[in-house]
């Protein structure tokens, strides 16, 4: 990606980085069950990071 953004393209990833949280703590035991260590992250939909991945249709 380009060093500068246009300001658009930052608005609209901006939206889109509120995709990339992990999912909540207690969804872990839900799924997995009690015992089973995970991290929340490995259960979210959507990993996207601003700086890093594809540029495509944001």
């Known amino acids: 990606m380009t060093r500068f953004k246009h300001p ?3 608005k609209r990833l901006s939206k889109k980085s509120g995709q990339t949280r992990w ?3 207690w ?4 799924i997995y069950g009690k ?10 939909a959507v990993k996207r990071q601003w700086r ?3 540029r495509t249709k944001v």
């Open 23 to 25: 999912a909540p703590f």
């Open 27 to 30: 969804t872990v035991p839900k």
């Open 35 to 44: 015992n089973r260590r995970v991290h929340p992250g490995r259960h979210t």
């Open 8 to 10: 658009a393209v930052k």
């Open 52 to 54: 890093r991945g594809s």
